[in-house]
């Protein structure tokens, strides 16, 4: 296969796509609405080319793309995230408006948007019609099939008008493209799929879509569908007549010979009802490459931007730049982490300066330090590279300890290039780079670094001043942020303190009731005749008012950092504690109680009270939750391996109605308090902690309607 010319490539690598304005307005609207679902977003996002590519673009992203990826727009948008999707349509504006007040050519797209959503639409019904599994993938790989034209507009500019210039519609594009570029949409438009890493053949069908029909008919069935489509949108006929290309459409997908033309005048009519509905003016004769509009003189002198007067250019620079970052600055001001600041303002970067390659150094808590560690979709070598903040050291320190951007390219300041610099170019696969510092008022809070080529650097050097805004924007950003979490955290600390000492307030006017208790436990067991039969649930009994005054007593302490560890026999823990609450929380309740305790158990490593504190907490909870006549088991198991470590597993299972989902969504986290009256909420996160603690590890299984099942596993005590 032919490959891109390099040169063309880097023009198209991080080209800025346009999308219909009619389409963007109303996207910037529906983002706002709190009430709009994700479906409603994804279905607008489908009806324009570009904003669709720039969805999928970032939900395959590497900071965003989990284990999984991401082929349908629907999926794409629950990945971005209402708050992420309301950063990239202000990114969008902001471009918009940006490309209109510096003179940006602008082109006359609408043509060409109503013969790409037509061409989807018809591959969606050419889907349905030859029962093709994925009807959404379909409508998708047919609405961006043309999306290389918009590439090259964007990333060639001139040189492409030229080759639109010459050709009258698109039978004659593709061999002017590979004379004068070397390359052409389709293949461009494929390279962009490609990135996204799926496996999918909607990449094929893009770059395929123009090949001839004897060699479409062995390709797979998606590049088939959005041949035919294709085909069937270049056809310009009646219903009623049946060409021969239409006639290799019903044979390549097994559909009535009639069908193709049915389709196409049924699916003009929707487009046509779209474009009204947007208020998109475009007739069917319209030309379906994007073109350049037709202006008076007036409007072109009127769109040249002043270079007259040096002064007054600056100043509409600062305001225009300053009015349109101030949306976004909004909008990253409402996201919730760090991370996702951080993934927004690459992401918006991307759109903003057509910038692919972005990395992020900030500092370490010395103020001596950057590094680009535990930042998502950062290069895996910058997680580990540390660059110190002095002068003469790098670039990068360069420009963390200056106001002033820094570039590889700056030929005006020239600077020596650094190993380190050398270093961060290489992982971000570029020719040089350009730093950007973000500064919050005094505060340093970073440095954007972008991976950029000579030529990328010529024409982002246009846009340093606005860069530099936009850089304090999110540094000003992040620092909100953080200084929101020093404060809260202070609170944490002040409440925490309060507590503590009303704590050791409460454990001591708590120890002496249960000193009481205790002395009355002892002069009782006493005066009992030792042939009473009582003796050992004394003893328990004892032992839980011994360790209630433990719990107490630690209640205004600093957490342990380990629990001592003892040899443990859980099968006696298990019966003493039955004796103790069986009756009370089962017997009484209606519940019946099971046991199957392995004989010669194995010890564990732990301390009898933590063990106590799980049984007393998981029996509570189901002795609340099951109904009369349910069942309750508890069952040990010796010698089960994991990782080649022995385990003593304990499992409490019932056969109640099973557990609500809210519960299972944060099952060993703390509820809300208020859910149940007279419940703190804390007594499964009690539990996992617990059980953290022992070494231990625990699982829950519940269905509605078959029980709840909680197994633990605890390590076995080292032979002595």
Known sequence: MKQIPPAILEAVESVRLSSMPQVLLRFLRLVEDDHASMKQLAKLVGQDPALSARVLTIANSAALRQMTEIKNLEQCMIALGTRLARTIAACLAVQSVFANTSADQQYDLKGFWRHSLWVAE????????SSYPDVEEAYLAGLLHDVGQLMLLGGVGENYESVLGMSRDESLLQ?????MLGTDHAQVGAWLV?????????GDAVLFHHMPAADIAVADRLSRLVWSAHVVVEQGIEPETITPDLHVVAELLEIEHGRGAEIREATSKEVAILAEALGVSVTAEARTLPCLPTTTSFEKKRSKPNHEDPARAGLEAVVRDRAILQPLQQNLAGLVDEAEILLAVRESARILFGTARLAFLVPKEDKKTLCGAEIPGQPEILQRLEIGIAPGKSLAAAAALGEQPRSTFDEERPAAVSLVDVQ????????GLLYIPMRAGSREVGVMAYGLSAAQYGRVKKQLAWMSSFG????LSLQSWRDIKDRERAIEEKIHAELEQ???KIAHEAGNPLGIIRNYLKIVKQRLPEESGVGEEMEVLREEVERVSQIIRKLGNKPEAALPAARLDVNAVIEGMLALYGESLFAECGINLEKALTPGLSPIAGDRDSVKQILLNLWKNASEALPEGSSLRVTTKDHVERQGRPFVEIEVSDTGPGLPGDVKQSLFKPLDPNRRQGHSGLGLSIVAELVERLGGEITCHSEVGAGTSFNILLPQAVRE
């Open 122 to 129: 018809i591959a969606r019904q050419l889907a349905v019609e």
């Open 175 to 179: 061999s002017n493209e590979q004379s």
């Open 194 to 202: 490609d990135q996204w890493q799926l496996s999918s053949f909607m």
């Open 424 to 431: 961060i170019a290489r992982a971000l696969d570029s020719e």
């Open 472 to 475: 304090n924007s999110a540094a």
């Open 502 to 504: 009303k704590a050791r």
